[in-house]
């Protein structure tokens, strides 16, 4: 598949990229796609969630009646969880959430994403560029020349630029992200892919 890459004003700049068939080309795996998904957002999770049971709520151990002839219902403890301040029945305790899947997975999971983008034309190539100054004006311009400015979007550079970085950061629909660190769910989660140039050659090179 050939793309042409666009000069950051928008306009076409002659050149054309060809995308990697056995990556960009091959029959999407949804359940790859799902599986790499789940695994992603399960890895975000901290999993610190704790309520106190009984035994930890702050609160006396004694009797607080004695438990016949009083007219009242048995009470071993203020701490019960029945009562206001009492502990927690079955609450949530501190747990890992973390999946792993097999490496073969991870990658068929990732070029079922990408050839999605690829089937979809949801994918743009633009040449490499820099800003000696990190405006957001700057970056805005670029995807309002590319018709991108109301569109979630992608953006994938070779390497880290500070600049870059510094302009798209305050953007709500762009996301901007190196090449070799490009997740199932990175791609799946916004609807165009905007590459640099360069990036593409360092995407395959994660094959």
């Keep these: 598949m050939e793309l042409e890459v666009y000069k950051k004003d928008g306009t076409p700049s002659g050149e054309k990229i060809t995308l990697n068939p056995d990556i960009f080309g091959i029959e999407p795996n949804d359940h790859a796609i799902y599986l790499a998904v789940r695994a992603y957002l399960a890895n975000q999770r901290q999993g610190t969630h704790k309520t106190k049971t009984r035994a930890e709520v702050s609160g006396t151990g004694k009797k607080p009646w004695r438990q016949k002839h009083t007219g009242r219902a048995r009470v071993g403890s203020f701490r019960s969880p029945l009562w206001k301040g009492g502990g927690t029945i079955f609450g949530p305790v501190p747990r890992d959430y973390s999946m792993s899947l097999p490496e073969k997975v991870k990658k068929l999971a990732r070029k079922s994403a990408?050839?999605?983008?690829?089937?979809?034309?949801?994918?743009?190539?633009?040449e490499d560029f820099t800003f000696e100054e990190p405006k957001t004006k700057s970056m805005?311009?670029?995807?309002k020349a590319l018709k991108l400015e109301s569109?979630?979007?992608?953006?994938?550079?070779?390497?880290?630029d500070r600049h870059l970085y510094l302009a798209?950061?305050?953007i709500p629909n762009l996301q901007i992200i190196e090449a070799n660190k490009v997740s199932t769910y990175d791609v799946m989660n916004n609807k165009v892919l905007l590459f640099q140039k360069s990036a593409v050659e360092e995407l395959q090179k994660t094959f």
């Design 114 to 126: 990408l050839s999605y983008r690829a089937k979809e034309s949801d994918i743009k190539i633009v």
């Design 140 to 143: 805005f311009t670029v995807l």
């Design 151 to 160: 569109t979630k979007t992608l953006f994938v550079v070779p390497r880290t």
């Design 168 to 170: 798209s950061r305050n």
